[in-house]
């Protein structure tokens, strides 16, 4: 179960409570008291930080069991932030299993949206992996966009973790 706090809030840079060495990227990890705030993808040969509190050692240790198992279901209290709508979407790619995809446009039509509008709320998205905007990809059945970008590192990211969910 995943708890949700929606509370904006300005994040200064590089205060971290921990950076996590994955496959494609390192993941630079913010909590705040006991709410996970931000997962952010940091290059690759960012140094990693050991866990500065429980909490975020309980997120490294949950992001490595997905890592291990992408069937893994997170259990953690979540600090989302974000407009109405951003939140409506969020909780729509929440509901997306792991091993499937929704297309922009299917999101944007259930919720009675624009494909854009539902892209540009995936590019918002703070927590991702946990609310998992990499499944959402292109009518078409392509990539379509990751991280407000088209391509270079973002769109390795998506597919690494795509066929990491055996897509």
Known sequence: MIRQKSI????????????LATPFAVLGLR???DWLT????????TPTLVPQNPLAREVCDQLQAYLADPGFAFDLSLHIGGTIHQRRVWQAIQDIPAGATRSYAAIAMELHSAPRAVGQAC???RLPIVIPCHRVIAKSGGLGGFMNASDGLPLTIKRWLLQHEGI
């Open 123 to 125: 590019g918002a998205n």
């Open 8 to 19: 904006r809030r300005v994040k200064p840079p590089e205060d971290y409570q921990a950076k």
């Open 31 to 33: 909590t705040d008291e």
């Open 38 to 45: 931000d997962i952010e993808y940091l290059p690759p040969d």
